[in-house]
Structure formats: C-alpha cells, structure tokens
C-alpha cells in the first residue's frame, strides 16, 4: 500500500503565497495558489489507481473555503504542529499509522510535477530509504519514506532556509540511511520565480507533458503583460 500526502495552505487572500505579494495582490496569490492545486489534482488522478491521495491543511476552520475543488477520492486531514518540521512530522505518522507501507509527502507549488515523477519517487523506495525532490532554493518539495525517521523532522533545520536539503542529508547520513533523488523543480515563491515560469510558457517547454493549464493561464492572463514582466525583472 502506498500514499501520497500533499501539504497545503488553504487558498485564503494574504494568507498565502505572501512572498508574491510584491507584484500581485493578496486576491491574486489566493488565485494562484488555487490554481496550483487544481493543476496538482489533474496530475493525481494519473495515479489515484495505485496510490492513496491525502490533503494536509492550513487552517483547520477554513477547509469549506477550498472544499469545492477537492477530489472526492482525496482524504482530508488539518496539519497539526508549531512549524514545518512538525507539521510534516505529523502527516507522516498519521498516514503510516493507516497501514501503509510507502508515504511520500510533498509541496503544493510544483504546478509542473508530472504522474511518472511521481511514480519514479515510489519505485526508488525499493532501494532506498528516503527519497527527495529538491528545489532550486536549497531546500526540498517532496519526500518520501518506508518507515518515519522522525529525526529528519528536527527544528534544528531552520525550516525555510536554504540549508534544508544539505541538513536533511547530512541527518540521514548520520543514521545511515540511504537517499536517493527525483527531479529538481523551481516551487513558485517569488517574483523571479514567475519571471522564470513565464520564460518557459514563451519557450513552450510545456508542450509535451500533462500541462499545469490553471496556472499557465493564470500567468498569461494576470501577469503576462510584457512591460509589467520588464518592471519586474528590473526590480
């Protein structure tokens, strides 16, 4: 039996994705984030067949807010802890506690991650002890486990900073465990981050894979505007 845990906010205006709010407007990161996750739910039902799909949220009182977007065959749960660590933590130990013998967990702003990356993740467990999906920031957006290391959950690792992924690793190694990468991806947090993903809509790098459409045209319609992109860039 395997799972996959996607941790999420729930799309609520200036209270999520608060890092692009220098060039879009609380409204507009809600937006985005919901487009996100409508792009991520079109990926799972790829692998909904062979793999459990759980939501983790933020916050508990305000799931009826996103509560119409969600698959049926999704099982919902509040993320319960003080910081990243223990949220994640926390996560893990409930979906292990059903039973299962694969848990990964990951990010909700990896609109682009495609169903065989998933699955790739799943089938390196067999030789591995943990699996990671690094970011471009220096931290991670997916893990997965056969059993919880509760050790890689510690507060020690200053949850976003950019030292995240090398802590995680050097945990592991200090408890020998093996560990193994997916793809990297560039999450989307900032404005250089959009820059970066309206140049690759230009380039149609898109084009042979399941597309992230919510998003794609979310960044066309609301933030495709040429001068506004040039303003951007230039800061």
Known sequence: MEAL????????????KTRLMKVLTGEACAEIHRCFLLDLFNVFKYIKKDKDI????????SFFLMKEIVPDYINCFPQKGEDLGEKMLNAFEYVFGRGYEKVALMGSDIPDIQ????EDSFDKLEKSDVVLGPTFDGGYYFIGMKKLYKELFTADLKWGKKTVLAGTFDIANSLGLKVNLINKHRDIDTKEDLVY???RIDNGEFEDMILPENT?????????????VKKCIEG
Request: aromatic residues 12%.
């Open 5 to 16: 845990i996607l941790m999420s906010r729930v799309p609520i205006p200036g209270k999520t």
């Open 54 to 61: 759980y939501l983790t949220y933020t916050p508990e009182d």
């Open 115 to 118: 169903p065989g990356e998933i």
């Open 197 to 199: 993903y309206k140049k």
């Open 216 to 228: 794609i045209n979310f960044i066309r319609d609301k933030w495709g505007d040429s001068g506004h």
